[in-house]
């Protein structure tokens, strides 16, 4: 769906409600606030416990959590500038300002976990792993007239993030660190209304959609799995490319969660991944999205 740029329409300014269940997430989530210094138990962090090993995964891991919560601090105000030309409901604006704080929430506190944990890493160790985690080009979709909002949402808003949270609730137990569990916890508890957030819009948006829509919505979560999850972008061990990162990388993820510092192991993703994509393309159905079926080397037919 090609949008009809630019003139600013912001008048008569329209603010009463329009969607009451988005409405209802955003009065939440102003009654759910926490903040990263002092709602984290961070004394039973306790990181002399654990070997040398185990911390540097631990900090590889937060660092590269950080990273991605920066490049949702990103996405945010960039949807919002969309929401804001394409006039849509003020209940999506008053939403998504909320959400670019809690973004920036989650940044500070895996950045302090990366820190506390002995030391942030303020950039990838292997070059090569940058375009890893620099394959999302949010900003570039939001701006791009030829990539509808019901695309951006269906891929960014709501399959980038339903695999952020699978992984979370699949893994939350196996953080034994107190510190470390209740970080999951706070970000879960947010995430869980940005997810809902995506789909009550798709959901609402779906008796318009037209084919152009549909197809510019299946377009974009496959890309979104192919070239993003599956390229790195969440754990570098799903990255296709095997050469882009150092073995030590690779493995953070697993050693810090059999720490209980965070992550999920190979053997956690194999369960994870794929029923994330059965999920997403079941949901999608109703919508005439049919999602194609992909080939990982290490997860196989999906």
Not at 12 to 18: G, K
Not at 67 to 91: K, M, Q, T, V
Not at 208 to 230: G, K
Not at 254 to 279: H, N, S, W, Y
Request: a negative charge; charged letters at 25%.
């Amino acid at each position: 769906m090609t949008t009809p740029y630019l003139t600013e329409t912001r008048y008569p300014l329209e603010l009463t409600p329009a969607m009451p269940d988005v409405w209802e997430l955003w009065q939440r989530a102003k009654t759910l606030e926490w903040d990263p210094q002092t709602d984290i138990p961070w004394a039973e962090l306790q990181p002399e416990r654990y070997t040398e090993e185990q911390i540097l995964a631990a900090r590889l891991h937060w660092s590269r959590r950080t990273w991605g919560e920066y490049g949702a601090i990103s996405e945010s105000p960039a949807l919002l500038l969309r929401f804001c030309l394409e006039n849509r409901h003020p209940d999506l604006r008053f939403f998504f300002t909320m959400r670019t704080q809690e973004e920036g929430r989650h940044a500070e506190a895996s950045w302090l976990m990366a820190e506390r944990l002995g030391g942030y890493f303020p950039q990838p160790q292997n070059p090569p792993t940058v375009s890893a985690v620099g394959t999302h080009g949010v900003r570039r979709m939001a701006f791009d007239p030829d990539t509808s909002l019901e695309g951006i949402f269906a891929s960014l808003v709501c399959a980038a993030e339903e695999i952020l949270i699978d992984a979370f609730k699949a893994t939350v137990h196996k953080a034994t660190n107190p510190a470390v569990r209740r970080l999951m916890e706070l970000i879960l508890r947010d995430e869980v209304r940005h997810i809902a957030f995506g789909w009550q819009c798709l959901d609402a948006w779906a008796p318009w959609f037209t084919p152009e829509t549909v197809l510019n919505i299946e377009r974009a979560v496959t890309t979104m799995i192919q070239n993003v999850e599956f390229g790195g972008y969440r754990n570098l061990w799903l990255a296709i490319e095997g050469g882009s990162a150092t073995p030590l990388e690779i493995d953070a993820d697993r050693v810090a969660c059999e720490a209980g510092l965070g992550g999920t192991t190979p053997e956690d993703e194999m369960q994870i991944v794929p029923q994330f994509v059965r999920k997403i393309r079941a949901r999608m159905i109703p919508w005439g999205v049919k999602l194609p079926m992909f080939s990982h080397p290490k997860l196989g037919q999906i």
